[in-house]
């Protein structure tokens, strides 16, 4: 035990190493204590209302257990929160590429730049298609490695999420913009200069659109799936999607029901071609589904060289800050060799020695006249025991025990009293 004093020296001692620190108490010599730590957390069944005031947390149940499961659920709503803005982040991404990019070079009759995507489809991707995954990684379960990761000190728009945000959205881009252009230009074998496709074909008044709306089909059609299969990508930042669990109903039903969807507003009439300026194709699900395998692919190789070269996300301590415990060593045991008994009885059949005394001569007097012999042991030889490597004191170990040693000396110094 240690008195409120020494407890608010040990919580600034910790503050002063930029260590996270959560107190729990019941009394009310707890309650400086708990006011200086990060998180102060209070018993609710034999916590005093100081200490309930003061405090962050109150346990209901006093049961320490629950403060694992506090931190969990707090942890995965974090989580789910920074998984579902990265969606939703490289989905309106990839638009913008595909959008800009295709300013470049696609260009009807007049000059004018063709809609890959038109308006109401582009509204389409950002409510109705991008909402339902974003739902359902909202409510995914926690990741395998969530609690082994040290406490959270930055806010959603890391480095490395933007990165995330920005590759994953060229990628898809990208896709939008192949599949839109292979169609188009090679498959209908238009121009890229744009001289052979018809004008108005953004709007209403434009006749013979019927190829620039089945490519624009196809790249709708490529960005929903994507970004449907997307969704599994954005569960984690580095492991594979496969690693993740996958009992996701809601998941699965947001991906089920945004594929049927497409279906209605690609080949439903009037909804497709005067409403979303698109027709829905016959071979182009095929190319749409080697793109999403594909796609699948290149997230996977870019998770693997972030697990690569990124620092761990579950790396609680710094290896090269471990200090080595100090164990005294146990006591060297000496190993005994086996001495020769020897019988006093001689044997009758053994020749008698020859060249050195014999037996009768080499025993004293009291031998010789049937009293006891004594024995000398033989010396000890000492074995050399390999003594075992030390277990290693991992940086929080050492930060609490440098601690305590600080506030005793402080406490000794001022004369105040000692922590028992």
């Given at each position: 035990r240690s008195s409120p004093a020494s407890k608010v020296r040990m919580v600034e001692a910790l503050h002063r190493r930029k260590k996270v620190v959560?107190?729990?108490?019941?009394?009310?010599?707890?309650?400086?204590?708990?006011?200086?730590?990060?998180?102060?957390?209070?018993?609710?069944?034999?916590?005093?209302?100081?200490?309930?005031?003061?405090?962050?947390?109150?346990?209901?149940?006093?049961?320490?257990a629950t403060i694992v499961s506090a931190v969990q659920e707090g942890r995965r709503i974090f989580a789910s929160i920074s998984s579902f803005v990265m969606h939703l982040l490289s989905g309106n991404m990839a638009e913008a590429v595909t959008l800009l990019v295709s300013l470049a070079y696609a260009v009807d009759e007049k000059g004018i730049p063709v809609f890959v995507l038109s308006p109401i489809a582009i509204l389409f991707v950002n409510t109705v298609t991008g909402s339902g995954p974003a739902i359902g990684i909202a409510l995914?379960?926690?990741?395998?490695?969530?609690?082994?990761?040290?406490?959270?000190?930055?806010?959603?728009?890391?480095?490395?999420?933007?990165?995330?945000?920005?590759?994953?959205?060229?990628?898809?881009?990208?896709?939008?913009?192949?599949?839109?252009?292979?169609?188009?230009?090679?498959?209908?074998?238009?121009?890229?200069?744009?001289?052979?496709?018809?004008?108005?074909?953004?709007?209403?008044?434009?006749?013979?659109?019927?190829?620039?709306?089945?490519?624009?089909?196809?790249?709708?059609?490529?960005?929903?799936?994507?970004?449907?299969?997307?969704?599994?990508?954005?569960?984690?930042?580095?492991?594979?999607?496969?690693?993740?669990?996958?009992?996701?109903?809601?998941?699965?039903?947001?991906?089920?029901?945004?594929?049927?969807?497409?279906?209605?507003?690609?080949y439903v009439p009037f909804i497709n071609d005067q409403v979303f300026k698109h027709l829905g194709g016959s071979w182009e699900w095929g190319m749409v589904a080697g793109l999403s395998i594909v796609f699948m692919a290149v997230c996977e190789l870019y998770k693997a060289l972030k697990r690569a070269t990124f620092p761990p996300l579950t790396a609680l301590v710094d290896e090269s800050t471990m200090i080595p415990k100090v164990i005294p060593a146990p006591p060297p045991t000496a190993a005994l060799a086996p001495s020769p008994v020897v019988s006093p009885v001689a044997d009758s059949r053994a020749p008698p020695p020859t060249g050195g005394p014999t037996l009768e001569e080499g025993l004293s007097p009291t031998a010789q006249s049937g009293g006891a012999v004594p024995i000398a042991e033989p010396p000890s030889v000492p074995v050399p025991v390999n003594p075992s490597p030390a277990p290693a004191l991992t940086a929080s170990e050492a930060a609490v025990n440098a601690v305590v040693e600080e506030v005793r000396e402080g406490q000794e110094a001022a004369g105040g009293d000692a922590m028992v």
């Open positions: 959560a107190m729990t108490g019941d009394g009310v010599n707890d309650s400086p204590a708990i006011k200086q730590a990060d998180i102060g957390i209070a018993m609710g069944i034999t916590g005093s209302d100081v200490t309930k005031g003061v405090a962050d947390i109150v346990l209901a149940d006093d049961n320490f995914d379960e926690c990741p395998p490695d969530l609690m082994n990761r040290p406490p959270v000190h930055h806010g959603i728009f890391t480095f490395e999420a933007i990165l995330d945000c920005t590759v994953y959205g060229f990628v898809m881009g990208g896709m939008t913009l192949l599949s839109f252009s292979v169609y188009l230009y090679e498959v209908e074998g238009k121009n890229l200069d744009g001289s052979d496709l018809p004008a108005n074909c953004n709007t209403n008044e434009g006749e013979n659109c019927g190829p620039i709306k089945l490519a624009r089909g196809a790249a709708f059609l490529t960005l929903n799936t994507l970004l449907l299969v997307h969704a599994y990508n954005c569960r984690h930042q580095r492991l594979p999607f496969w690693k993740s669990p996958l009992n996701n109903r809601v998941l699965w039903g947001s991906v089920l029901g945004g594929t049927v969807i497409a279906v209605i507003v690609l």
